[in-house]
């Protein structure tokens, strides 16, 4: 009896001791409300920095629906484990976050927990933003704060059980999240550092550009060895890169700043809002960014030099003496600008440079002929129509594989016209989900665009 009594015991302080530690481990107090702050309380300076800030950090396309008032939340964010919203990030002080103070939002950026306490998502990057300066952030406040504010109640998210229970997320940050970890290296310059601190922090490039595990977390082995991104493919931004033409620091600064390069085409789907958004800010970011980005995409080899060579020698072949349906569709369709010797706007990019013929998979390139390119505001940047509505699947698959045959020397796509049926029906989902009418402006001169 006396043995069974002290089982019990040691059983129920085990239960007690593990239900506190979890509890430990889950909760977060709430922080106090605030009254919103007076936009005219911001020192200006501050708020331009915030500016350019939150366009390092892509802030306005990940919490702005289409045709939206700006930063008003509701974008849905697909996962493998169901899609999440965005929220309103305005100082709406009931639907948004103008009842937080400085010191609510820097806990959102660096611990990924909400002014209520709650855990946030990691769609949100806060594994990123954990980086950002206490100046850094401060910016983004004053700014944020400064914004219109837009009543725009949260959209629920369409989570299965049970990753719709947010202590989940505690566990989550157990295992993955690695608060403050960014340090500089003093051996490195200035720029390679700035550059550092931008890409690992605001800017959170592994996002896209790393694989995940079955956890949705970075595969920390496998950092910028490419991802998953809205049905694009985000190249591998390393040594693995599979651009024709290596990367380098000249390459990719005018790529981040104009949106394209005539060794590497052009940014489509989520690259060109983060390079729309890179061309406002200052000039010696960009070029951080790029000096940063450089070091990890290396020197190539010098057999990776020498098939570089070869790509630039040979990157216009002569047409195939039989004529497909993929090269007679180009022949009509695509050859007068891409052949034409002109630089762009008036010519089409050099195709045998194109990192989007040369990927693993055909999604991008679907992607870019369903949808065309639009010019870059300012810039003689590539232009190009979509050939969604005079083009079928079967058509638009003949192209592709004939734009791989002809201008890449690596195998050939498989199951490309299934490729192009996935990529037509995401880009008509895209637009009828992302239409949020909760928060469109009566005019599309009330978007904020930072």
């Given at each position: 009896?006396?043995?069974?009594?002290?089982?019990?015991?040691?059983?129920?302080?085990?239960?007690?001791?593990?239900?506190?530690?979890?509890?430990?481990?889950?909760?977060?107090?709430?922080?106090?409300?605030?009254?919103?702050?007076?936009?005219?309380?911001?020192?200006?300076?501050?708020?331009?920095?915030?500016?350019?800030?939150?366009?390092?950090?892509?802030?306005?396309?990940?919490?702005?629906?289409?045709?939206?008032?700006?930063?008003a939340g509701g974008l849905p964010?697909?996962?493998?484990?169901?899609?999440?919203?965005?929220?309103?990030?305005?100082?709406?002080?009931?639907?948004?976050?103008?009842?937080?103070?400085?010191?609510?939002?820097?806990?959102?950026?660096?611990?990924?927990v909400d002014r209520d306490g709650?855990?946030?998502?990691?769609?949100?990057?806060?594994?990123?933003?954990?980086?950002?300066?206490?100046?850094?952030?401060?910016?983004?406040?004053?700014?944020?704060?400064?914004?219109?504010?837009?009543?725009?109640?949260?959209?629920?998210?369409?989570?299965?059980?049970?990753?719709?229970?947010?202590?989940?997320?505690?566990?989550?940050?157990?295992?993955?999240?690695?608060?403050?970890?960014?340090?500089?290296?003093?051996?490195?310059?200035?720029?390679?550092?700035?550059?550092?601190?931008?890409?690992?922090?605001?800017?959170?490039?592994?996002?896209?550009?790393?694989?995940?595990?079955?956890?949705?977390?970075?595969?920390?082995?496998?950092?910028?060895?490419?991802?998953?991104?809205?049905?694009?493919?985000?190249?591998?931004?390393?040594?693995?890169?599979?651009?024709?033409?290596?990367?380098?620091?000249?390459?990719?600064?005018?790529?981040?700043?104009?949106?394209?390069?005539?060794?590497?085409?052009?940014?489509?789907?989520?690259?060109?809002?983060?390079?729309?958004?890179?061309?406002?800010?200052?000039?010696?970011?960009?070029?951080?960014?790029?000096?940063?980005?450089?070091?990890?995409?290396?020197?190539?080899?010098?057999?990776?030099?020498?098939?570089?060579?070869?790509?630039?020698?040979?990157?216009?072949?002569?047409?195939?003496?039989?004529?497909?349906?993929?090269?007679?569709?180009?022949?009509?369709?695509?050859?007068?600008?891409?052949?034409?010797?002109?630089?762009?706007?008036?010519?089409?990019?050099?195709?045998?440079?194109?990192?989007?013929?040369?990927?693993?998979?055909?999604?991008?390139?679907?992607?870019?002929?369903?949808?065309?390119?639009?010019?870059?505001?300012?810039?003689?940047?590539?232009?190009?129509?979509?050939?969604?509505?005079?083009?079928?699947?079967?058509?638009?698959?003949?192209?592709?594989?004939?734009?791989?045959?002809?201008?890449?020397?690596?195998?050939?796509?498989?199951?490309?016209?299934?490729?192009?049926?996935?990529?037509?029906?995401?880009?008509?989902?895209?637009?009828?989900?992302?239409?949020?009418?909760?928060?469109?402006?009566?005019?599309?001169?009330?978007?904020?665009?930072?």
């Open positions: 009896m006396v043995r069974s009594k002290l089982i019990g015991a040691i059983l129920a302080a085990v239960v007690i001791g593990g239900g506190g530690a979890a509890f430990a481990m889950i909760w977060r107090p709430a922080i106090a409300a605030v009254d919103p702050p007076l936009p005219q309380s911001f020192d200006p300076d501050i708020v331009k920095r915030g500016r350019e800030l939150a366009a390092i950090g892509n802030c306005n396309d990940c919490h702005t629906v289409r045709g939206g008032r700006n930063f964010v697909p996962t493998p484990f169901g899609t999440i919203f965005s929220s309103n990030i305005t100082p709406d002080a009931e639907t948004g976050i103008g009842r937080w103070s400085e010191a609510a939002f820097r806990r959102a950026m660096r611990a990924g709650r855990h946030l998502y990691p769609t949100f990057p806060y594994d990123h933003f954990t980086n950002v300066s206490d100046a850094d952030d401060r910016a983004l406040y004053a700014y944020l704060m400064t914004r219109e504010a837009v009543h725009a109640p949260p959209r629920k998210n369409e989570l299965s059980f049970p990753f719709d229970q947010r202590f989940l997320v505690a566990g989550w940050k157990v295992l993955f999240f690695h608060r403050d970890s960014y340090r500089p290296d003093p051996s490195k310059s200035a720029a390679w550092n700035r550059g550092a601190y931008l890409v690992e922090g605001l800017a959170h490039c592994g996002a896209c550009h790393t694989p995940r595990n079955a956890f949705g977390a970075e595969r920390a082995t496998a950092t910028f060895a490419g991802g998953d991104v809205d049905n694009w493919r985000a190249y591998a931004i390393n040594a693995q890169s599979p651009a024709p033409v290596p990367w380098d620091a000249e390459a990719l600064y005018a790529y981040l700043r104009d949106g394209w390069h005539p060794e590497h085409g052009t940014a489509r789907g989520p690259m060109a809002e983060v390079v729309s958004n890179l061309s406002s800010v200052p000039s010696s970011d960009v070029h951080a960014i790029a000096t940063y980005m450089a070091s990890v995409f290396g020197p190539p080899t010098p057999e990776r030099q020498r098939q570089t060579e070869a790509v630039l020698a040979q990157a216009k072949p002569p047409p195939e003496a039989t004529v497909s349906p993929g090269a007679a569709i180009y022949e009509a369709a695509c050859a007068s600008c891409h052949e034409s010797g002109r630089s762009p706007p008036y010519g089409g990019i050099n195709l045998g440079l194109s990192t989007a013929i040369d990927g693993p998979d055909a999604r991008n390139l679907a992607n870019i002929v369903l949808s065309g390119i639009r010019p870059v505001e300012g810039e003689r940047s590539p232009i190009m129509p979509g050939f969604a509505a005079s083009m079928n699947d079967a058509q638009i698959a003949a192209v592709l594989n004939y734009l791989r045959a002809r201008f890449s020397k690596r195998p050939a796509w498989r199951d490309v016209e299934t490729t192009v049926e996935d990529a037509r029906r995401t880009q008509t989902a895209f637009l009828q989900t992302s239409a949020g009418p909760q928060n469109a402006p009566a005019d599309p001169a009330q978007r904020d665009k930072p």
